[in-house]
Structure formats: structure tokens, C-alpha cells
């Protein structure tokens, strides 16, 4: 009893912490003591997330695996909405009067997100969805409206229709699985999987299992929310959506795909074709970008395709390297939105043109801008090269040639865009009348921690990827390979 108590820790510390931040919104004004008590709690987290570490056991009757792989998972998410909470500064685009709840939505979905990755069954793991997903879809429509613009509304209508379509092919591939199967158990069903895995009912079934992750990550075709939702939202919300649920999707792929062996060409090819269609998508249209924040949502579908790379691999090292990259694109877009919501005017969009002359407005700023763009093109020593490297490694030593060459092409096409950005930040002039950027302590500590972690991670990678490698195989021999 005691050993479960402890290995559902780090979920016990989000959920008490949400009821806390409950009972706050019950009051007026107190969006700064919500603001504390979420900052205490994420801390909470990543410390009984690390106490957790050495923890295997099964919980709820079979429904929740409780490893190496999913405590690892923990620890980054809660990393991240530490630095999702000090993003999140005094919110100026969000109402005072709601402030409060906006951090009690924040908790929920990041409690939701840690009990994905934990979720080993049909049932819990459409619960966790669901309950990672619902808060976003509030915390979308609360930026606050400005003259003649109610792009908060379209986008959160967007985000809730694209949603629930991706959750309703999602529960009707499950439903063409568990009716093949009998069971709702994802190991069981695998298992009873292998004598019917070729036929049209099994891929199909698969195949509509998948959509409900794809959307989470923002892979072709279940992108298209994407770029009106980073626009539209504020700006620390556009942080987080942009970063922690792609985590807890890559998460759940790969306990689905690492089911399946290295020989079933069906789900390698079907991977690749998605890959290849969110790449190319992303990058096309983030060439012609203005808005920074849109440029950076279609760049995140080419990323979620990047991330797929390792998929095709259908092995550990491709797995990793999947995780390892999601995880350094989680700190590089982190830093990218730490610039957006320092430099924005009272919470306002910023466009690439108004990033000129920060390397003088704020060098802490333009510093931290240059290490998350560059990361994000690609370019040593940072976390991006290395996570691509690894992926196309993973991909190159499967035989996808093919898939790795227009990987790369894509990657160079995307070093374009990216170095817009960056001419803008440090050749620019600044407009007349732009005074210095002031950061307060926690920006500056996040900006160093930012710069830090994308760094060490590129330089040494070793730890990172061999601490993901050896979580993995508690879940490759969780049950038989399809």
C-alpha cells in the first residue's frame, strides 16, 4: 500500500496542488498567491518525480505502469511547467479577475499529462487525454479581447472542433480494437493482435488510434489548428501548448509503436509518409511568415516530423533519439516564447520586424533568442543538431535513405526562416522610440537555465539519450512485439 502510494506520488502532488488552486480562485484577486502555490507545487513535482525514479509497480488493477520510462517522463514534465510558470510572468493579456483559474487549468492539464504517460490501457489512457486536453480549451478563449479583435475566439473554436474529431477517430480505431481483441488492456491487445495484424480491420483500427496523438503533436494532416491557436491564444499559453503535450504524445507513440517489430514494413512506411508530409508542409509555409508566433506553429509541424523520423526506425535507438529530441524542442521553443512575451507590448503578437534591435534592448534577451533559433535550425553545439543527428542515425541504420535525404533537405530549407529571425534580432535597427527591456529575476534565471539546458545538451548528450535507452526497456519488453 505504502510502495503505491509512493510510486503515484508526483500525480498525488499535481492533483492536491490543483485542489489548492482551487480553493484560491474562490477569492478575489489572488492570481499572485495561484501563481506561488503553482510554482510550489511544479517544484513539488519534479522533487517526488525524482524520488520516484527507481519505482516499477502496476496500479489499478493492470491500468497504470508505474517504470523507469514513465518516471523519466515525469521529470521532464514537470521541468517543464516549472519554466512554463515562470514564463508565465504577471499574464498581461489575461484578465485579473481570472488570472487564478488560469493557473488551476495549467495544473490540471499538466496532471493529466503525467498520468498519460503512466496509462497502459484503453480506458485510463482516453481519461488522461481528455483531462490533459480540456483545460486547453479554456485557457485558449481567456486572452483578453482588443478592439476590433476576437482572434481568441476562432482560435479556441478551432482548437475544440480539430479536438474532438481527432478524440472521435481516436475512440472508433480503439473500438475497432478492442472488438478484434476483447480486452482494453494495450498489452493484452496487442498480444491478440498478432494473428489478425495484416488485415484492414487491424491497420485501420491502428491507424484511427493513432489521430488522437497525431493532433497532439501537430502531424499532417491533423495540423491545421496549429498556427490559429499559437496566434490567437496568449502568449504564455501558446508556451505551453506548444511544449509539454507534444512530450506526453511522443510519450504514448511510443508505447504503441515500440509493440510492433522491426520487420512490419506497413507501420514503418505509414510513419514515414507522415513525416515527410509534415516536414515539407511546415517548412513551406513558414517561409512566408510575419507573425513570430505563426512562424514558429508551422514550424512546429515540420518538427513533429522530425520527430516521427526516429518512429521509422522502429527500434530503441530510434525511440530514444524521438524522446531526446522532443524534449531538447521543448526547451528551445521555451526560450523562442520567453522573448515573444517579454518583448510584446501589453501581451500583443509580436512580429519578426519588432525583434530589431534586441541584442541592444535587452542582450540577455537577443542571447537567449540566438540560442533557441539556432537550436531549432539545427546548428552545433546545441540540443536541435544533436537530436537531428541521432534521428537521422536511427533512420540512416534501418535503411530509409531515402527519408533521411529529404529530412536534411528539409532542415536546410528551414535554416532560412530561421535565420530571418536572427538578422532581425542582431542586424536590425530598433524603431525610434523603443526604450530597454527591464527582466525581472525570474525571467533572467529562466533565460540562464534555458541557455544552460540547450547547451549541455548538445555538448553532451551521452547521459541524456543513454538515461531514455535504458527507461525503454522496461517498455519494449512490456509484451510481445506485433
Known sequence: MISSFIAFLPELV?????????????????????????LVVALAAVAASLATLGQHTVLFSGAYRVDAFSQLLKLILSSGFVGVLLLSGALP??????????????????????????????????????LSSFPLYLLVPMRREREGQRS????????IMFGVAANGLMLFGLSYLFGLTGTTSLPLMVERLQPVISTPLALAGLALTFCGFYYKLAVFPFHFWTPDVYQGASNETAGYIATLPKIGAVAVLVRFVSLASPANDTIALLLAGLAIASMVYG????????????????????????????????????????????????????????????????????????LAGLHRRSPLLAATLLVG?????????????????????????????????????????AVYYYLRVIREAVFGDAAAGQVPIVLDRSTQVLCLLLIAAIVALGVAPGPVLDAISNSLAWVTTAAPRV
Open 14 to 38: 499535481l492533483l492536491l496542488g490543483a485542489f489548492v488552486l482551487f480553493v484560491i480562485t474562490l477569492g478575489e484577486s489572488r492570481w499572485v498567491l495561484a501563481r506561488t502555490t503553482a
Open 93 to 130: 493579456d489575461i484578465r485579473d479577475r481570472i488570472k487564478a483559474e488560469y493557473f488551476l487549468f495549467l495544473a490540471l492539464s499538466v496532471s493529466g499529462l503525467l498520468m498519460l504517460v503512466s496509462c497502459v490501457d484503453a480506458i485510463t489512457l482516453v481519461i488522461a487525454l481528455e
Open 152 to 159: 481568441q475566439m476562432e482560435s479556441a473554436i478551432k482548437y
Open 283 to 354: 517548412n513551406l509555409i513558414a517561409l512566408v511568415q510575419t507573425d513570430f508566433k505563426r512562424l514558429l506553429g508551422f514550424s512546429g509541424i515540420a518538427h513533429a516530423g522530425y520527430a516521427i523520423v526516429g518512429f521509422v526506425a522502429l527500434g530503441t535507438a530510434g525511440f530514444a533519439a524521438s524522446l531526446y529530441y522532443i524534449t531538447g524542442y521543448m526547451l528551445m521553443v521555451l526560450a523562442c516564447f520567453v522573448v515573444i512575451s517579454r518583448v510584446s507590448r501589453d501581451g500583443t503578437n509580436v512580429a519578426i520586424s519588432e
Open 373 to 413: 533559433v539556432f537550436g531549432l535550425a539545427g546548428l552545433p553545439p546545441f540540443v536541435g543538431f544533436m537530436g537531428k543527428l541521432s534521428i537521422l542515425t536511427a533512420a540512416l541504420s534501418t535503411g530509409h535513405l531515402a527519408l533521411v535525404i529529404i529530412t536534411m533537405i528539409n532542415a536546410a530549407v
